[in-house]
């Protein structure tokens, strides 16, 4: 199954507060995140982002209403209806498989990111930039042991203040 790594981050790397606001992120960031979610048709959270993510204001979930949506914590959680939740990266991706998908959208937090770093289960990047600088905050990927080489397969302008950057992941065998 292709994993893409999708996520909205400051200059400097940070997806959050260390509050986990993320209020410094543009909607516009959002509306991209919906869109390619609902074009592939499934995508995983983290438990911390599935919890900053149901506290926002509006309808935003119902923008992901036709995606299948997989919530990874090592603990047990009552989920909103419409989530299932998985105890690991291989239970998320072993359940999608099992339904048919072939790609799926990672989409936070820093920590699920690391666990499906170290076990070189990501195959694409994407980041959209902000022009924000924290001086503190949640990182893309929370330190562990991990690293993984990607190959730039685009960069593009969004709206006037996001720049997207695509990346491949180089896996272990691939030169």
Known sequence: MKVILSMAVSANGIIATKEGNEDFLSHGNWIRFVKLVNKV????????????????EGDYLNDLND????IISHHDLKL??????????????????????????????????????????????????EPYILGSGIPLF??????????????????????RLHFKVIKKNEK
């Not at 939740?85 to 048919?100: C, D, I, M, V, W």
């Not at 929370?142 to 720049?163: A, G, N, V, Y």
Request: with cysteine; glycine share 8%; charged share 30%.
């Open 41 to 56: 048709g499934c995508f995983i959270w983290g438990r911390k982002t599935y919890e900053a993510v149901i506290k926002w």
């Open 67 to 70: 995606a299948k949506k997989i």
């Open 80 to 129: 909103k209806e419409g989530f299932i939740l998985a105890h690991s990266p291989k239970e998320a991706l072993h359940r999608l498989e099992s339904e048919g998908f072939k790609e799926v959208i990672l989409s936070g937090g820093a920590s699920n990111n690391s666990e499906f770093a170290k076990r070189g289960l990501i195959d694409e990047v994407i980041i959209n930039i």
């Open 142 to 163: 929370s330190p562990q042991e991990f690293e993984f080489r990607m190959k730039l397969l685009s960069t593009k302008q969004l709206k006037k203040d996001i720049t």
